[in-house]
């Protein structure tokens, strides 16, 4: 460290306005600077004349009171503005939330079995369509167990054209539900079945997006069937469900 930066330095360090290393820095060159360390003797000197001669007067009575009355009176409008500001947000941020939810359920409405295709299309996907692939119905029926709390019934249909692929656990609605994947020629169908909130509901099958979706409830189980397949043939495997 050079004397002029000692200079600059030696004021803010008698006031205690350096960092540590600065400090250091500084000690250490005025221990060999005996001019650097006159200057900073004398400005120790000055501030203690300074204290001891200098006259000292009380504030008056209730300046501080005003003080804080006149900042609480200037902070006042920036207050009422940040509630102001809030409020709007929170109504924005709740109009956006009703937004949102009627336009999910305006879709919803024009689309009833659009959840189930979304369900249907991302298990297509590589890797997506079965945790356990076997068509022995006592395979895939145990399996279920332990994974949701309803008795998953499993049935194969390979002699009427529909062969059992396998299973998996997914999720519709925000609930998890079993999977049944069967087979029709090189197509693909997928059979949801969950808790019914009716113990029987009569059937009903809706298009969406080029398939069929096929939902009923039955002996207190929702079953959701989707599939590309014919509708005649659709129908047929849907027969075959609900008559065992």
């Known amino acids: 460290m050079t004397c002029a930066e000692a200079n600059r330095l030696i004021g803010p360090w008698v006031d205690d306005e350096l960092d540590v290393r600065s400090v250091a820095e500084l000690e250490a060159h005025v221990g060999r600077c005996a001019a650097c360390g006159r200057e900073k003797n ?4 000055l501030r203690e004349t300074a204290r ?5 007067f009380d504030p008056p009575p209730g300046l501080e ?12 409008p920036r207050r009422r503005f940040a509630r ?11 109009a956006a939330s009703i937004a949102v939810a009627a336009t999910s359920y305006v879709q919803r ?12 299309l991302r298990s297509l996907q590589a890797g997506h369509l079965t945790d356990v692939v076997s068509s022995d119905q006592h395979t895939v029926k145990p ?20 062969p059992l692929v396998g299973g998996r656990l997914d999720m519709v609605g925000g609930r998890p539900v079993a999977a049944l994947v069967y087979g029709r020629r090189q197509h693909l169908i997928n059979l949801f079945v969950g808790p019914a909130t009716d113990r029987d509901r009569p059937l009903r099958s809706v298009s969406s997006r080029g398939y069929r979706v096929s939902s009923w409830a039955q002996g207190g189980l929702e079953y959701r069937l989707v599939t590309d397949i014919a509708a005649s043939e ?4 849907v027969a075959l469900l609900r008559a065992v």
């Open 42 to 45: 004398e400005l120790l000197a």
């Open 52 to 56: 001891e001669r200098l006259p000292r």
């Open 65 to 76: 009171d005003r003080l804080l009355r006149g900042v609480r009176e200037a902070a006042a």
């Open 84 to 94: 102001r500001l809030l409020r709007e947000v929170a109504l924005m941020a709740a």
């Open 109 to 120: 409405s024009a689309d009833p079995g659009g959840e189930i295709v979304d369900a249907h």
């Open 143 to 162: 399996w279920f167990q332990g994974k949701v709390d309803f008795g998953v019934p499993v049935r194969d249909f390979a002699a009427q054209g529909f």
């Open 234 to 237: 659709a129908d047929e495997l």
